[in-house]
């Protein structure tokens, strides 16, 4: 019978882990930040040169946005840093909002920049310091990059957290209160599931 409460209780708390991230991801709709999209696309774009993971990173980074973009950004041969990740660390600031009609753009939408730092891998295991900014379109709830540019726009973006710049925007409260709220429902969940694993082998121990 604590057998069978035990699972039932396995099976809530597994349920309640899922419910959890089904409502964070409601939470979260609509409200992915740049900083966090950026990042996930160097990272991606990186990993278009390392071994075995090629054909994956390309479509995670096509997702939002070109790789050709990056072009300047890897080397042009894959096997001259031994299909390495193309960058060993990378940084990104905090997004500002562009002036669409000073940039050019004639698609609709909410325009940023977003700074960004690598040291990429270049052959013989050197590494170079690239810098510049993505600019980034947002359309129905999504980010993606529309183009790497060092030029005059990454010159008026805010500085980098490492250069004393503003720290990238953080996670709405909605998802931070979410979070320890699902945290604590699981939490008294799996103390009730261990109380009744530990009331179940004292009973078989002394049965």
């Known amino acids: 019978m604590k ?12 349920a309640a882990m899922i419910a959890m991230g089904g409502v964070l991801g409601l939470l979260n709709h609509g409200r ?7 990042e996930n696309w160097l990272t991606a774009v ?3 040169t390392r071994k075995g993971v090629e054909a994956d990173a390309r479509s995670r980074a096509e ?10 950004l890897l080397p042009a041969d894959p096997a001259a840093i031994k299909r390495k990740t193309a960058f060993s660390d990378l940084e990104v600031g905090k997004a500002k909002r562009l002036n669409v009609v000073a940039q ?3 698609t609709p939408g909410e325009y940023v920049g977003v700074r960004f730092r690598v040291h990429a891998l270049r052959p013989n295991d050197k590494k170079i310091e690239l810098t510049g900014a993505l600019i980034m379109l947002r359309r129905n709830d999504h980010w993606r990059v529309l183009a790497v540019d060092a030029g005059t726009t990454a010159t008026g973006l805010p500085k980098l957290p490492s250069d ?16 320890l709220v699902g945290a604590a429902i699981i939490g008294i969940i799996t103390s009730a599931l261990v109380r009744v694993a530990g009331r179940t082998t004292a009973a078989a121990a002394t049965a």
């Open 3 to 14: 057998t069978s409460t035990f699972v039932k209780g396995l099976v809530i708390a597994v």
């Open 32 to 38: 992915s930040r740049p900083e966090g999209v950026a």
């Open 46 to 48: 990186g990993d278009t």
């Open 63 to 72: 997702k939002i946005g070109a790789v050709s973009l990056a072009k300047e």
């Open 104 to 106: 050019g753009f004639t």
């Open 164 to 179: 004393g710049g503003p720290p990238p925007s953080s996670a709405p409260v909605s998802l931070w209160l979410g979070g």
